[in-house]
């Protein structure tokens, strides 16, 4: 786990990559985020080739769901296949190639903080499939809370919680390292997976994991919101197959994503449970910032600060940050704690 006391920019490079497992972003020297696509690889399902990736493949998936698959490379943070994952990344270096004018040069890739050996390696190698040299890996936490502009290489502890599509991470920081890191391969799609599961079991309803991911948005949380609300959900009867529709309320739904909503506050309270006293202190005067797509689920953070009574907050940028903090490393060298 490196210093950050200052970032040095790599020079020769001007493009930093946070290969997520719902999307990807690319981050270019001087003129930031420049592409935001799903993870996504539309495959023939009669040879095998890749069609269309990203937004493309998401567009060809639409409209001709017959012959063609959903190819989804990067699975709980980790790369699944070298070779769908190298077409996604070629497919996002030739987008922005296109947008640049001249060919990018890939230098910083984004990894998760408790990524195995292993998974470090099959990020290198699809990264120099596409021509990357040597790219240079920065754990997602530490991306994200300098992305959201936290203090990470002061000696005072900084918590930072990323949940991501297939992974959270809770990570305590303090003078440019990692000090505490838990990780668990639970995230936003679970919540997708449970709501799914729940209403199979519960309501006789099948219905996709997009509109899980709806009904989640419309009235999924992970506390208490007030009133009552519903949601008219469409689906398939799981015993006559027929199309139908039901109404379901906001407090089962609440139910519904109590498991991973309880696996991620208790690797908060664990991470906190391991913290050194001199940084837990610091926390409890800071509290904890959230970032990631999953951390978007209302309620999430009343449920840890009441759970660990400390203060959360989420970050402004939470999708972004981590890219946005990636790119701290292509551009010119700056001391991160202001001094």
């Not at 799903?38 to 095998?48: H, I, T």
């Not at 990570?171 to 599961?197: K, N, P, Q, T, W």
């Not at 009552?228 to 379901?248: F, I, K, M, N, Y």
């Not at 909503?261 to 906190?272: G, N, Q, S, W, Y």
Request: hydrophobic content about 40%; aromatic content about 2%; overall charge neutral.
């Amino acid at each position: 786990m490196s210093s950050l006391t200052r970032l040095t920019r790599l020079s020769g490079h001007d493009v930093a990559v946070d290969l997520g497992s719902a999307n990807t972003l690319v981050y270019v020297r001087g003129r930031g985020i420049v592409l935001s696509e799903p993870s996504l690889l539309a495959v023939d399902s009669r040879n095998g080739k890749v069609r269309a990736a990203g937004i493309d493949a998401r567009r060809l998936l639409e409209h001709e769901a017959g012959s063609i698959s959903a190819v989804w490379p990067i699975r709980r943070g980790a790369i699944t296949d070298d070779e769908p994952a190298e077409s996604l990344l070629r497919s996002v270096v030739r987008k922005v190639h296109r947008g640049a004018g001249a060919r990018p040069r890939l230098g910083v890739v984004v990894v998760p903080g408790g990524a195995t050996a292993v998974e470090r390696q099959a990020v290198e190698r699809v990264c120099r499939s596409t021509g990357a040299e040597r790219p240079y890996l920065v754990e997602e936490p530490v991306a994200a809370a300098v992305g959201v502009g936290l203090p990470v290489a002061e000696r005072a502890g900084t918590l930072i919680v990323d949940i991501g599509a297939g992974m959270s991470e809770a990570a305590v920081l303090a003078m440019g390292e990692i000090v505490v890191l838990r990780s668990i391969r639970v995230g936003g799609d679970d919540f997708d997976e449970a709501i799914v599961r729940y209403l199979k079991r519960e309501r006789n309803l099948l219905i996709t994991q997009q509109t899980a991911e709806e009904v989640k948005r419309e009235i999924g949380s992970a506390a208490p919101i007030g009133a009552q609300q519903w949601a008219e959900v469409q689906g398939h009867d799981a015993r006559s197959a027929q199309p139908t529709t039901v109404l379901v309320g906001n407090e089962e739904i609440r139910g519904a994503l109590e498991k991973p909503v309880a696996r991620i506050v208790d690797t908060v309270k664990e991470t906190l449970a391991n913290t050194p006293p001199e940084l837990g202190s610091d926390i409890v005067d800071r509290g904890m910032v959230l970032v990631g797509g999953g951390s978007l689920l209302r309620g999430l953070e009343q449920r840890l600060r009441e759970e660990t009574h400390l203060p959360a907050q989420l970050a402004q940028w939470p999708i972004t940050c981590v890219a946005t903090g990636s790119g701290a490393w292509l551009e010119e060298p700056k001391p991160i704690n202001g001094s």
